[in-house]
């Protein structure tokens, strides 16, 4: 079912037994039944429509994080797609809003962004902590004609990795605790969020990638629901080429990348020159036992290589603070047993705030704890971190910054793309389940 100029898509949400740890059987709910699910391919300038049919036993709502995408079909927390069967209205029936009554929903991606390794996720109320946790994400990468026309390492050279921590049971489940809110102090193990102890990429744990001793490109996603990743290879060099939204203006070497949830860095590792045999170990300096380790790459020998880091990568203008029509703080902070954005715990039908269209705004983000504050729609910069100038992490174009204990981190927000119903939150999944999230509407 192919229009001129869009792509269309269907994905089944679903459970189904998979081998995540070698030897065990996993129950999953996955996009297609997979973990992650099959990574989506977007060209700018093409639209995409992707179909979701939920046959799983819950309601679902399906986000494209980093997607510049109308309202509508932004995964809201509370607009739901109803298990298949759910609805007594008959089959095929669409709702003005573009709801089938049938278990699924048509997401419209206009693709007008430029490329970027976006990921998609489950986003219900309340529950997507659980539901990810559980296998509803994977990876969406979007390509141009500005970035094909870079010498960068492509096709078995340019890998996406999708990082994210699970505990298994003795039996091979995935194991997520239940939360007993009606015990006081129970929610303490949530605090900083749920963490497992096995590192999985691309859903296998701690795998190791055969490379030639050449450069790669590895795009890494942190997927975990609330563990934060200090990355660093153990042998040849790392250079970050992209951010969240894309690729930098220059080249940015790097010892070592940071990433809380929801956060991607593009690198090129450079392993020229390694001998055949080498193993290259993926480490996490914030992990301790098990999880200071992430993957491994296992060298191969030599091979013809040529690709490069080219001396400008993009044309980023950098956002200046003269742009910005106003200024607003947000502050994320435990309160009255919640986590509150502003002092509230989240209302799907309140709104924290309308922004114009078209414009930037200066956004102060304020925390009593590690929060990784994530905008939808709007892609960012960031102009200051705890009173002094921006981290290397944080350049480009941004949707996720991460908001560390007691910092105030400015960011320029600029709001062209779509008029509606967006939000901010925070992403450790857990704080954004516990009510920390906000409305804010571009009119
Ligand atoms: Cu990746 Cu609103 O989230
Ligand atoms: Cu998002
Ligand atoms: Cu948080």
């Given at each position: 079912?192919?229009?001129?100029?869009?792509?269309?898509?269907?994905?089944?949400?679903?459970?189904?037994?998979?081998?995540l740890i070698p030897g065990t059987k996993t129950r999953i709910w996955g996009y297609d039944g997979i973990f992650p699910g099959p990574t989506f391919r977007g060209r700018r300038g093409r639209r995409m429509v992707v179909t979701v049919r939920n046959e799983l036993p819950v309601p679902t709502s399906t986000h494209l994080h980093g997607g510049v995408t109308p309202a509508e079909s932004d995964g809201f927390p509370t607009d739901l797609i109803l298990p298949a069967g759910y609805s007594p209205a008959p089959p095929g029936h669409h709702s003005a809003a573009g709801r089938h009554h049938d278990g699924t929903r048509d997401y419209h991606y206009p693709m007008t962004q430029r490329a970027a390794t976006l990921w998609y996720h489950d986003h219900r109320m309340?529950?997507?902590?659980?539901?990810?946790?559980?296998?509803?994400?994977?990876?969406?990468?979007?390509?141009?004609?500005?970035?094909?026309?870079?010498?960068?390492?492509?096709?078995?050279?340019?890998?996406?990795?999708?990082?994210?921590?699970?505990?298994?049971?003795?039996?091979?489940?995935?194991?997520?605790?239940?939360?007993?809110?009606?015990?006081?102090?129970?929610?303490?193990?949530?605090?900083?969020?749920?963490?497992?102890?096995?590192?999985?990429?691309?859903?296998?744990?701690?795998?190791?990638?055969?490379?030639a001793a050449v450069r790669h490109r590895l795009r890494l996603v942190n997927g975990s629901n609330a563990r934060r990743y200090r990355l660093s290879?153990?042998?040849?060099?790392?250079?970050?080429?992209?951010?969240?939204?894309?690729?930098?203006?220059?080249?940015?070497?790097?010892?070592?990348?940071?990433?809380?949830p929801g956060e991607r860095c593009d690198v090129i590792a450079d392993f020229t020159g390694l001998p055949a045999g080498t193993e290259v170990t993926m480490g996490n300096a914030l992990g301790e036992g098990p999880a200071a380790d992430v993957m491994r790459f296992v060298i191969t020998g030599p091979a013809a290589d040529d690709s490069r880091i080219p001396e400008r990568l993009s044309a980023l203008p950098v956002l200046e603070k003269t742009r910005a029509v106003t200024e607003r703080q947000f502050d994320f902070r435990f309160g009255g047993g919640r986590w509150t954005i502003n002092d509230q715990p989240y209302d799907p039908a309140a709104t924290?705030?309308?922004?114009?269209?078209?414009?930037?705004?200066?956004?102060?983000?304020?925390?009593?704890?590690?929060?990784p504050v994530h905008v939808h729609m709007a892609h960012f910069q960031v102009l200051s971190r705890g009173g002094a100038g921006p981290d290397p992490g944080d350049a480009g174009w941004k949707d996720t910054v991460d908001v560390r204990p007691y910092e105030t981190v400015q960011v320029l927000v600029d709001f062209t793309g779509h008029r509606g119903r967006y939000m901010l939150h925070c992403h450790n999944l857990e704080h954004e389940d516990m009510a920390m999230m906000a409305n804010f509407d571009i009119v």
């Open positions: 079912k192919v229009t001129a100029g869009t792509d269309h898509y269907v994905v089944t949400q679903r459970a189904a037994t998979v081998e309340d529950f997507t902590g659980p539901q990810v946790w559980r296998g509803l994400a994977g990876l969406f990468l979007v390509t141009d004609e500005v970035e094909d026309a870079l010498p960068l390492p492509r096709d078995d050279r340019d890998l996406p990795l999708l990082i994210c921590d699970r505990s298994f049971g003795a039996d091979g489940s995935l194991t997520y605790p239940q939360r007993d809110m009606t015990r006081p102090g129970a929610d303490g193990m949530f605090h900083a969020g749920i963490f497992g102890d096995v590192i999985l990429v691309n859903g296998a744990p701690w795998p190791r990638a055969e490379v290879l153990s042998a040849g060099t790392i250079t970050q080429i992209g951010s969240d939204a894309g690729l930098l203006a220059t080249a940015l070497p790097r010892e070592d990348v940071l990433l809380a924290l705030c309308s922004v114009r269209e078209g414009t930037v705004e200066l956004w102060r983000f304020t925390s009593d704890f590690h929060h």
